[in-house]
């Protein structure tokens, strides 16, 4: 029982199987497609006999006899035209053969194609619908569609096709570019008219107008129009009116088919008192409904060089080979930057070229084959470079030349834009901002304190130091502070990196402590900020009453300090850190004169007068030793202020708070409890008198100290 039902399965699946392998009988379903050969503009209202043409075609063998479709438009439209079916179809016999219905038809909605015989061979299907016109309702708009219906085993299919558009008609306006043209004038791109539909272009001697603006007329000696396609359509010459500011289109019969038209060779010419540079935009009016109503037709402009920048980079006052941002030369129109000719490049007082000159940017710039010399140095002065253009630019674009990657060197005292000027016999003139200089550090004191003319050891105020930017200070160099003439650092003051990670070496004095000088040992990853404390000053006479203006400078800070580029420039910065001023009331200057071996010395102010020592100065080792008692005098001491201590054989002066003490064979002197090194000590010669080096002691309490080798006389004055 099984087994027969195993049987009875097996044979109903190879019954499927051959089912499938069968052929289907009748024709295939939905196997035509419908297209038309354009979609014609038409009006509401009105008869179009342009012509249209369906094509429908289908896969080989795809119809039989008997299959129908029907073809229907809108409702209130109508066409006429016939049905044909051609013997071939490239070199291929066609296999609808005959077919029957509406193959002629007269103002119909709907046609009927019925095929009556097909070809025996296995080919593709044509027929054409051949639509001579095509009459649309008043206020019909939108698409126009041919629509098909077929049965459902009929081997045509269901679709539609676009054979028209329904619409207002309107001219339209083209133009592929504005030129550019100069003063002389120039002739414009060509102008492209198209009407929508026929008879879009009225019918007048102004049918469309063209109007220039003020300072621009047309000439039309050689303008020529072309009918590109259109039928009908009858055009008088061109006129001129308004002073030529406005160019007439004269239409004598409207077209019969939507035309299509080029304007070419007309010239525009140039009224320089009137004209403005700029774009030249023309008006478009008239009968005739067009769009758009104006258009950018040229560009005027001169032959002008226009010069920008680009870019603005920081640089660093006192550095070499800084690099300047980008700048650009740029033409109005072509040909204005002349062959042959020079362009200039001329930097500011404080900055000169030094190390690369400026190269083409070529992603940049709009060349256009223009080209250039390389740079070369006009005069000595490292301000001026100037190229020669080799080759000018043509054509009707102008160029853009955009410079980069040139190098300068800015004076160490100078911040702010730096503006380069651009110039030369080519044309080019004007100026760019290529760099804003900052100076390499900052300095600001915490106040400024009074210091009196003539006193040793006076507070200055502490001030900080702060770089512009990580790496101003440079490693392996010096950073000098200088003060001025007259004055002079009594002891090195503390510098101390505040912020940043700036490394700084060991402070170092001049021999006569006029600058203090600190090396830079590694430089900053951030800018840093250094504080300089403990700052004492020592005043002598000479010195005049204002803001006592300390100087920052070093290779540290100044790099271009070389005689061919800022040899006078030192500084990078300067502080005020006191305030000198006059005495207190009562003081009187004094002026004491010692001889070398004679005990008779003078001292007086208005009036001077003789007195005499005890013992006599005298040279030792290249230094003056005056006795003590007597300078003391002179530096207007007396006695009580004159204290001797036999048991430690030292010596204290003392005047208007200012405390000096000196010890017997030691090089120390003590001003206010500050140490001072000497390079001789005091020491007593007989009959027992203390001798002192003059000049430490006398400065310590801001005298002036001069000596004269001819005389062998020492001057004191306080």
Known sequence: MKK?????????????????????????????????????????????????????????????????????L?????????????????????????????????????????????????????????????????????????????APNSGFSNGEVLIARVGSGQVTLGLDKAVLITSAGGTIDTIRVKETLAGDLEVSNTSLKFKLPNGFTWNIAGAAITQVWGAGLVLGAPTLSDSDRTLNIDVDAASTSATYLRIAGLRINVDESVAKFGDVEVTVSGKSSVVPTSAVIAKYGDYEVKVSSVETKTIIAGKREKEIGKFA?????????????????????????????????????TLLGFATSGWTAVGTD??????????????????????????????????????????????????AVVAKVLAPITATADGKPDIIIGLPNQAGADFTITEAKAEALKADKWLYIEAPPGLRFATA????????????????????????????????SKPSTIKVSGVKLTADRTVPEGDVILKIGGSSLVENNSSDLFPDVNWAAKVAAATCVTPAPGETKITSVFKIGDTSYTVGGDVYETKTMDVAPYIKDGRTYLPVRYVAYCLGLTDANIIWD???????????????????????????????????????????????????????FGAVVTWDEAAQTVKIEI
Do not use: C, H
């Open 4 to 72: 027969n039902r195993r049987i009875v399965s097996i044979l109903l699946t190879l019954a499927m199987l051959a089912a499938m392998l069968l052929p289907l009988a009748g024709s295939a379903l939905g196997a035509t497609t419908y297209s038309a050969a354009k979609v014609l503009s038409v009006s509401p209202g009105s008869t179009n006999t342009d012509g249209n043409k369906v094509t429908i075609t289908g896969a080989a063998d795809s119809l039989e006899v008997g299959d129908t479709v029907y073809l229907s």
């Open 74 to 150: 809108p409702t209130d439209f109508t066409m006429r035209g016939t049905v044909t079916i051609p013997a071939s179809v490239d070199g291929k016999p066609n296999d609808v053969t005959a077919i029957s219905g509406n193959t002629t038809f007269t103002d119909e909605n709907r046609i009927q194609i019925t095929v009556d015989t097909v070809e025996s061979g296995v080919y593709v299907p044509y027929i054409y619908v051949n639509i001579d016109s095509l009459t649309i309702p008043g206020g019909a708009s939108g698409d126009v569609k041919l629509t098909a219906e077929a």
């Open 329 to 365: 030369i740029e033409e109005t129109v072509p040909g204005s930057l002349i062959d042959g000719r020079t362009i200039t490049l001329t930097l500011p007082d404080k900055a000169k070229w030094d190390g690369e000159y400026p190269s083409i940017s070529a992603s940049d710039s």
């Open 382 to 431: 490292k301000r001026i470079i100037k190229t020669t253009v080799t080759t000018a630019s043509s054509g009707d674009k102008p160029t853009k030349i955009v410079f980069k990657g040139g190098e300068i060197t800015v004076a160490a005292d100078y911040t702010g834009d730096i503006a380069l000027e651009v110039g030369g016999s080519a044309g080019a003139s004007g100026s």
């Open 493 to 524: 003051p503390k510098f101390e990196v505040t912020e940043g990670d700036l490394r700084l070496g060991t402070v170092e004095a001049d021999n006569d402590w006029g600058y203090i000088s600190v090396k830079v040992k590694s430089t900053s």
């Open 646 to 700: 036999d048991a430690n054989d030292t010596v204290t002066l003392i005047k208007s708070g200012t405390v000096v003490q000196l010890k017997i064979g030691s090089n120390t002197l003590l001003v206010n409890g500050a140490s001072i090194t000497m390079d001789v000590a005091p020491e007593i010669v007989d009959p027992g008198r203390t001798m002192l080096p003059i000049r430490w002691v006398a400065e310590a």
